[in-house]
């Protein structure tokens, strides 16, 4: 705590008697010392303010005193926090443990070729996964199915940190029943790559498309009826349409977008272009594809405006995806800017709030 970088501890220059902290009140003479030295932190000894190193230097210690002081408290109400709460925390590093460990092993799993893959064992780590997350949720929160037909909580929540965390750990079970069906897609489609690359595209954003759904009315809710906080009803309208208005402009991009990964698996095509024919092919005028310089592997037509057909590995420009929403040559916006095609077999496990 007192490592910080210290002020070369100088004589203060003789006639300088400004020291404000020196009459008394020293909390008040170290707080307008150290608005001084904020205002001029590495000034000459005796500056134009009349502030000296030493007021500097005094300041410092002052504030390092008080967090001294405090900090055996500090660490008493952070481990009372902790106590109070142990078996939400536990329980929420657990679950997210899980749907971490679950997800990096789906992709391991989808990036394998088809002989590789041993669907019987990943198909039963789905249905495990999908029978643990069930069950775990209805021992633990027995009127936790409410969240998951939109209804708000009964009793109902009326403190911040309340939905918080039930949108929170809500949210995480949702996760974990997409993994599950990711699992069971993957050995479903063991040997259809592609089909299975548009499948768990499809599961992913209708995950992440339930997942915003569920949590709106959690939260449209609780503005709605924040009646214990002092809260006037028309300042809680405000709060619960402002709140719906941004959710929705989220939610409308994403269920657009979930919507057209649908059609495109329906439609058996791409949803972010189709793939090269022979003739387009030719119109590029190139034989290899720009992004991994070799000859094409199941060569797509991005769907990016550009006159010359765009074409690039089916697998090249899922992974470009990863990292953006453009085309790789052009730039032009392919997919909606913070969405994605999840064709990779990758989860987005970062946790839910609003
Ligand atoms: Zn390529
Ligand atoms: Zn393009």
């Known amino acids: 705590m007192l490592s910080a970088p210290r002020v070369?501890?100088?004589?203060?220059p003789a006639g300088n008697a400004a020291e404000p902290g020196s009459g008394g009140g020293a909390a008040v003479g170290e707080g307008a010392a150290a608005a001084a030295a904020a205002a001029q932190p590495a000034g000459p000894p005796a500056n134009a303010a009349g502030v000296t190193e030493q007021d500097i230097q005094r300041a410092f210690n002052g504030v390092t005193r008080w967090f001294s002081s405090q900090s055996p408290f500090m660490a008493v109400a952070?481990?009372?926090l902790l106590s109070?709460?142990?078996t939400e925390i536990t329980g929420l590093v657990i679950i997210a443990s899980f749907l971490e460990y679950f997800a990096a092993h789906l992709k391991h799993?989808?990036?394998?070729s088809a002989d590789e893959i041993r669907p019987m064992t990943v198909g039963s780590t789905g249905l495990l996964l999908l029978f643990w997350a069930t069950l775990a949720f209805a021992l633990l929160f027995p009127s936790g199915w409410r969240y998951f037909v939109f209804l708000p909580p009964s009793p109902p929540v009326?403190?911040?940190?309340g939905v918080t965390w039930i949108v929170l750990i809500n949210s995480l079970f949702v996760r974990l029943i997409g993994l599950g069906l990711k699992f069971v897609a993957v050995a479903l489609?063991?040997?259809?790559v592609r089909r299975r690359r548009r499948v768990l595209g499809v599961i992913e954003n209708i995950d992440i498309t339930y997942s915003l759904l569920a949590s709106t009315p959690q939260w449209a809710f609780f503005f709605l009826t924040a009646a214990d906080s002092g809260i006037g009803a028309f300042v809680r309208s405000v709060l619960a349409g402002t709140y719906l208005f941004l959710k929705g402009r989220v939610l409308l991009q994403q269920c657009a977008h979930t919507w057209e990964v649908v059609a495109a698996l329906a439609r058996k095509q791409l949803p972010y272009?189709?793939?090269a024919s022979a003739q387009e092919l030719l119109e590029t005028g190139e034989s290899i594809c720009p992004i991994c310089q070799t000859p094409w592997s199941a060569p797509v037509v991005l769907h990016c405006g550009s006159a010359t057909p765009h074409v690039f590995c089916e697998r090249c420009v899922e992974v470009w995806f990863g990292e953006a929403a453009t085309c790789p040559l052009c730039r032009a916006q392919v997919q909606r800017p913070g969405t994605k095609v999840y064709e990779d077999g990758a989860t987005d496990t970062?946790?839910?709030l609003i």
Not at 109 to 112: A, F, Q, S, T
């Open 273 to 275: 272009g189709h793939y």
């Open 189 to 192: 489609w063991r040997s259809d």
């Open 8 to 12: 070369s501890p100088a004589p203060a």
């Open 350 to 352: 970062s946790p839910q």
């Open 84 to 86: 109070v709460h142990l």
């Open 109 to 112: 799993v989808h990036g394998l």
């Open 158 to 161: 009326t403190s911040f940190l």
């Open 78 to 80: 952070l481990l009372y």
